[in-house]
């Protein structure tokens, strides 16, 4: 017998043992054909590969990530994923449903790839309600039946609502669950679910939803698995005391590893391998983190045909030449050599086009001095204010009071040591603008804005002086979306995103330096956080505690009720929300 490719004695991943053991492989017509010890000379090999040294493990798979994320598109994610031995994903392409709906998806999915794309339905456009949020598109009922008649599509992807999934059966995301439940009884249904525990989980879970891959506690771990919660660990949540839960209890295959979101300068570094490296540093066996990363995953999506190597498997497999380091040296998809160590960055022969109209997505008025001031009517000096304070750590937010002075009619919030944070609908819907206020963010004066606001992409701003917020709004106007950095009105950064406001078709490296621009600039202004771009873009997501900004207005996520900016007992703000 003829065969492709035949691998003589590598280290080879043993899935059901979770060990190495000295082997030979044969590939043939892209599917791992016969692993033994036995000499396979017999088989006459196209070609044949000494791999004497080498581990062999299989292709990395990351079952819930959003693309968009990494501000590329899906043919460049694509080459440069592939060389961090990631083979296969599945995406949640729900940052271009927000901006345009089905259109957006479909355009989304027509990429041709090297790396096998499969799709989860985004359950999420908008988050929340198109009463709590204005989105450019919406996946409703319509939609959703569209998307589960293809066949790359195999889940629900992060259903978030926790109100309306909880205690509202007759809900837009309920109705979307319950046709998924319909049309295909054994699909998983992906949840987001932070922070909730005891009967409020339970009452979540009742809805059939069974994963989740938001910030993990090791007190509340075990409890979830133990309520048939599939735990997806991103990189926040791989602690040494998580792993300690995972190990100790043997629960590897009820939970994995996945990225969902990788931005793009982090991307130029590493992707799903790097979550595994960190695994291992806290402590999880090296080999059952492999296990989490392939085999564990791929049952989880029901992707019975990878994971690990073995007769009928889709040759997807990587040489890795130091398994605590995770030094991969060559990648291989469906037996094809995709990658070798040191390559640089590739750019793809074949990238996606998208409508001229994509280009120009970002449509709302010019601010002016004028619309900076908070005006409030009051007989008070002094009126109590709703202010959210950020968390040096994660994305959390909590809500605290203030008392500001008013001065001349308007409240003076920056001798209070305050920033504006506002959020204005950019897609020529509504031309709502909502105000907030944020508890000393900066250390310098400054502002920083984006159209990469979770998860509707409006336009956000955040800055403690006015003139520098005005050449923020100014510049991503001008811009038609990305990110931007103002010190003391100055432009110091920007990183454009053309199509939609948020995406590049720039190539990964010039891209990457773009937004590393960015992040620096954000550490000059004293912007403080583990991940400064991921902190300051879900400052307007509604579904992360406890408190954000859409363009409705303040929100209490948990409750989804919103805080007025100042005290009703105190004044009222002239244009709480104005439209």
Same mark, same amino acid.
Request: negative net charge; aromatic residues 8%; contains cysteine.
């Given at each position: 017998?003829?065969?492709?490719?035949? #691998?003589?004695?590598a280290w080879v991943y043993q899935t059901p043992t979770r060990?190495?053991?000295?082997?030979?492989?044969?590939?043939?017509?892209?599917?791992?054909?016969?692993?033994?010890?036995?000499?396979?000379?017999?088989?006459?090999?196209?070609?044949?590969?000494?791999?004497?040294?080498?581990?062999?493990?299989?292709?990395?798979?990351?079952?819930?990530?959003?693309?968009?994320?990494?501000? *590329?598109?899906?043919?460049?994610?694509?080459?440069?994923?592939?060389?961090?031995?990631?083979?296969?994903?599945? +995406?949640?392409?729900?940052?271009?449903?927000?901006?345009?709906?089905?259109e957006g998806l479909k355009h989304f999915m027509a990429a041709? *790839?090297?790396? %096998?794309?499969?799709? $989860?339905?985004?359950?999420?456009?908008?988050?929340?309600?198109?009463?709590?949020? *204005?989105?450019?598109?919406? #996946?409703?009922?319509?939609?959703?039946?569209?998307?589960?008649?293809?066949?790359?599509?195999?889940?629900?992807?992060?259903?978030?609502?926790?109100?309306? #999934?909880?205690?509202?059966? %007759?809900?837009?995301?309920?109705?979307?669950?319950?046709?998924?439940?319909?049309?295909?009884?054994?699909?998983?249904?992906?949840?987001?679910?932070?922070?909730?525990?005891d009967q409020e989980l339970a009452d979540f879970l009742m809805?059939?939803?069974?994963?989740?891959?938001?910030?993990?506690?090791?007190?509340?771990?075990?409890?979830?698995?133990?309520?048939?919660?599939? #735990?997806?660990?991103?990189?926040?949540?791989?602690?040494?005391?998580?792993?300690?839960?995972?190990?100790?209890?043997?629960?590897?295959?009820?939970?994995?590893?996945?990225?969902?979101?990788?931005?793009? %300068?982090?991307?130029?570094?590493?992707?799903?391998?790097?979550? @595994?490296?960190?695994?291992? $540093?806290?402590?999880?066996?090296?080999?059952?983190?492999?296990?989490?990363?392939?085999?564990?995953? +791929?049952?989880?999506?029901?992707?019975?045909?990878?994971?690990?190597? +073995?007769?009928?498997?889709?040759?997807?497999?990587?040489?890795?030449?130091?398994?605590?380091?995770?030094?991969?040296?060559?990648?291989?998809? &469906?037996?094809?050599?995709?990658?070798?160590?040191?390559?640089?960055?590739?750019?793809?022969?074949?990238?996606?086009?998208?409508?001229?109209?994509?280009?120009?997505?970002?449509?709302?008025?010019?601010?002016?001095? %004028?619309?900076?001031?908070?005006?409030?009517?009051?007989?008070?000096?002094?009126?109590?204010?709703?202010?959210?304070?950020?968390?040096?750590?994660?994305?959390?937010?909590?809500?605290?009071?203030?008392?500001?002075?008013?001065?001349?009619?308007?409240?003076?919030?920056? $001798?209070?040591?305050?920033?504006?944070?506002?959020?204005?609908?950019?897609?020529?819907?509504?031309?709502?603008?909502?105000?907030?206020?944020?508890?000393?963010?900066?250390?310098?004066?400054?502002?920083?804005?984006?159209?990469?606001?979770?998860?509707?992409?409006?336009?956000?701003?955040?800055?403690?002086?006015?003139? &520098?917020?005005? @050449?923020?709004?100014?510049?991503?106007?001008?811009?038609?979306?990305?990110?931007?950095?103002?010190?003391?009105?100055?432009?110091?950064?920007?990183?454009?995103?053309?199509?939609?406001?948020?995406?590049?078709?720039?190539?990964?490296?010039?891209?990457?330096?773009?937004?590393?621009?960015?992040?620096?600039?954000?550490?000059?202004?004293?912007?403080?956080?583990?991940?400064?771009?991921?902190?300051?873009?879900?400052?307007?997501?509604?579904?992360?505690?406890?408190?954000?900004?859409?363009?409705?207005?303040?929100?209490? *996520?948990?409750?989804?009720?919103?805080?007025?900016?100042?005290?009703?007992?105190?004044?009222?703000?002239?244009?709480?929300?104005?439209?």
């Open positions: 017998m003829k065969t492709d490719l035949l #691998i003589k004695n060990n190495f053991a000295k082997k030979n492989v044969a590939v043939t017509q892209g599917k791992f054909y016969y692993i033994s010890s036995v000499d396979m000379e017999h088989l006459n090999a196209n070609e044949t590969i000494e791999a004497e040294g080498q581990y062999m493990i299989p292709g990395f798979i990351d079952i819930h990530l959003h693309i968009e994320s990494s501000m *590329t598109t899906p043919a460049i994610f694509s080459e440069t994923a592939l060389g961090y031995g990631v083979t296969t994903v599945v +995406a949640d392409a729900h940052e271009m449903g927000n901006v345009f709906g089905l041709e *790839t090297k790396m %096998d794309i499969f799709h $989860a339905i985004p359950s999420s456009v908008p988050s929340t309600t198109v009463d709590l949020e *204005t989105t450019g598109g919406v #996946i409703a009922l319509e939609e959703v039946r569209e998307l589960l008649k293809d066949p790359r599509v195999i889940c629900l992807g992060e259903a978030m609502n926790f109100k309306g #999934i909880a205690y509202d059966k %007759d809900s837009l995301i309920r109705q979307i669950i319950d046709l998924c439940q319909k049309e295909r009884p054994t699909m998983p249904l992906e949840g987001h679910i932070p922070k909730i525990y809805s059939g939803i069974s994963s989740d891959h938001t910030h993990q506690f090791p007190e509340y771990l075990l409890e979830k698995i133990q309520a048939g919660l599939f #735990i997806q660990f991103q990189d926040k949540s791989i602690t040494p005391e998580n792993m300690a839960v995972i190990r100790d209890n043997q629960l590897f295959d009820f939970a994995c590893f996945i990225t969902d979101d990788i931005m793009v %300068d982090d991307f130029l570094e590493g992707h799903l391998n790097k979550n @595994v490296e960190k695994a291992i $540093a806290c402590g999880l066996p090296v080999e059952e983190a492999i296990y989490m990363t392939t085999y564990t995953p +791929a049952r989880r999506m029901s992707l019975l045909d990878r994971g690990m190597i +073995a007769p009928g498997k889709v040759a997807d497999f990587m040489f890795v030449s130091d398994l605590e380091s995770l030094t991969i040296e060559q990648v291989y998809k &469906s037996g094809e050599k995709v990658f070798t160590k040191g390559q640089p960055f590739h750019y793809p022969e074949k990238i996606e086009t998208f409508p001229e109209s994509y280009y120009q997505t970002v449509d709302c008025q010019k601010l002016t001095f %004028d619309d900076l001031t908070l005006n409030v009517e009051t007989k008070k000096e002094r009126v109590r204010c709703n202010v959210i304070q950020k968390q040096v750590v994660g994305t959390f937010t909590e809500r605290i009071t203030k008392e500001l002075t008013v001065k001349e009619g308007a409240l003076d919030w920056q $001798a209070a040591g305050l920033a504006q944070l506002i959020v204005m609908e950019r897609y020529g819907i509504n031309g709502n603008i909502a105000r907030a206020l944020m508890d000393d963010p900066l250390t310098g004066i400054g502002a920083i804005g984006t159209t990469w606001a979770h998860d509707h992409h409006n336009v956000m701003l955040m800055g403690n002086d006015p003139e &520098s917020i005005l @050449v923020a709004q100014h510049a991503l106007l001008e811009m038609q979306g990305g990110y931007v950095v103002v010190n003391q009105g100055k432009i110091v950064a920007t990183c454009p995103l053309p199509i939609g406001g948020i995406l590049s078709q720039a190539p990964i490296e010039e891209l990457g330096q773009a937004l590393k621009g960015v992040r620096q600039a954000m550490k000059d202004l004293g912007y403080e956080n583990g991940n400064e771009i991921m902190s300051f873009s879900t400052l307007s997501l509604p579904v992360s505690p406890a408190i954000k900004v859409t363009d409705k207005g303040m929100m209490d *996520t948990k409750s989804q009720t919103f805080y007025p900016l100042v005290f009703p007992e105190d004044g009222v703000l002239k244009h709480e929300t104005t439209n």
